[in-house]
């Protein structure tokens, strides 16, 4: 697999980083992993073409991570012209509350007739599902967005690339992780414990027990960001706009 990461902040740009989209070329398909507000900007300033996407996995609703949905489909219908098919994938409640965004940003555009075929698929917690040829296992995890909000698992056959979304310290994690070759965590702050979030304290003693074969850090505040080389002193990862891996 190859990721390119388009937005590796938190909600409010800390560091001028921006939201959550990572850009995942696997050996089945071009996906995103969560498509955060600011995504389509974000993809444009690397050269990564959206239509080259052919789904769009979503961890959980917030804006931050999925606020991009909107701006991402209207550009694909008024100026990128997309013709082929689109699949969005998320936890349940996902539809109706992507078209409650696009209502809320563009009044009416629920109704358009629509020149490229897309669907919104909910996925079941815990249940392996198929999303366009890959393995999709997902896990609820401890955080609040008016809906499940869940960690992933996805296979191409071959990889496994696994992501926490946002979550406090959750043993739901360690299924998800384990044995993966990319596992990418939220680090949202650096010490204590935080309601709904994960903090360097905790991930840092708990790195064995997730089995991962990599473990990035993202979705950092200034708290963690002026701690990076602590974090990478320990072995993992620091996830950051414009980085591409290849795992």
Same mark, same amino acid.
């Given at each position: 697999?190859?990721?390119?990461?388009?937005?590796?902040?938190?909600?409010?740009?800390?560091?001028?980083?921006?939201?959550?989209?990572?850009?995942?070329?696997?050996?089945?398909?071009?996906?995103?992993?969560?498509?955060?507000?600011?995504?389509?900007?974000?993809?444009?300033?690397?050269?990564?073409? $959206?239509?080259?996407?052919?789904?769009?996995?979503?961890?959980?609703?917030?804006?931050?991570?999925?606020?991009?949905?909107?701006?991402?489909?209207?550009?694909?219908?008024?100026?990128?012209?997309?013709?082929? $098919?689109?699949?969005?994938?998320?936890? $349940?409640?996902?539809?109706?509350?992507?078209? !409650?965004?696009?209502?809320?940003?563009? $009044?009416?555009?629920?109704?358009?007739?629509?020149?490229?075929?897309?669907?919104?698929?909910?996925?079941?917690?815990?249940?392996?599902?198929?999303?366009?040829?890959?393995?999709?296992?997902?896990?609820?995890?401890?955080?609040?967005?008016? !809906?499940?909000?869940?960690?992933?698992?996805?296979?191409?056959?071959?990889?496994?690339?696994?992501?926490?979304?946002?979550?406090?310290?959750?043993?739901?994690?360690?299924?998800?992780?384990?044995?993966?070759?990319?596992?990418?965590?939220?680090?949202?702050?650096?010490?204590?414990?935080?309601?709904?979030?994960?903090?360097?304290?905790?991930?840092?003693?708990?790195?064995?027990?997730?089995?991962?074969?990599?473990?990035? !850090?993202?979705?950092?505040?200034?708290?963690?960001?002026?701690?990076?080389?602590?974090?990478?002193?320990?072995?993992?990862?620091?996830?950051?706009?414009?980085?591409?891996?290849?795992?």
């Amino acid at each position: 697999m190859r990721l390119t990461i388009a937005g590796s902040g938190d909600a409010f740009g800390s560091g001028g980083r921006l939201n959550t989209c990572f850009f995942l070329e696997t050996a089945k398909a071009t996906l995103l992993v969560d498509c955060g507000a600011s995504a389509l900007p974000a993809l444009k300033g690397l050269n990564l073409d $959206p239509n080259r996407i052919d789904g769009i996995v979503i961890s959980h609703l917030h804006g931050d991570h999925f606020g991009g949905l909107p701006f991402l489909l209207l550009d694909a219908q008024f100026l990128s012209r997309r013709d082929r $098919p689109l699949l969005i994938a998320g936890p $349940p409640g996902t539809r109706a509350r992507l078209d !409650a965004l696009m209502e809320a940003f563009f $009044p009416k555009s629920t109704g358009s007739k629509w020149k490229f075929c897309w669907d919104v698929v909910e996925i079941a917690i815990g249940v392996e599902s198929d999303i366009l040829g890959h393995s999709l296992l997902t896990a609820e995890v401890i955080h609040q967005s008016g !809906a499940p909000s869940t960690a992933l698992r996805l296979s191409d056959g071959n990889t496994v690339f696994a992501y926490s979304g946002d979550t406090e310290w959750t043993d739901a994690l360690l299924p998800i992780a384990r044995g993966a070759d990319l596992f990418i965590c939220e680090c949202y702050a650096y010490a204590g414990k935080l309601t709904g979030h994960m903090t360097w304290d905790i991930l840092k003693a708990r790195l064995p027990d997730l089995g991962a074969k990599q473990v990035m !850090a993202t979705h950092m505040s200034p708290s963690v960001l002026s701690r990076l080389d602590e974090i990478k002193a320990a072995g993992v990862l620091i996830a950051a706009d414009g980085l591409v891996i290849e795992f």
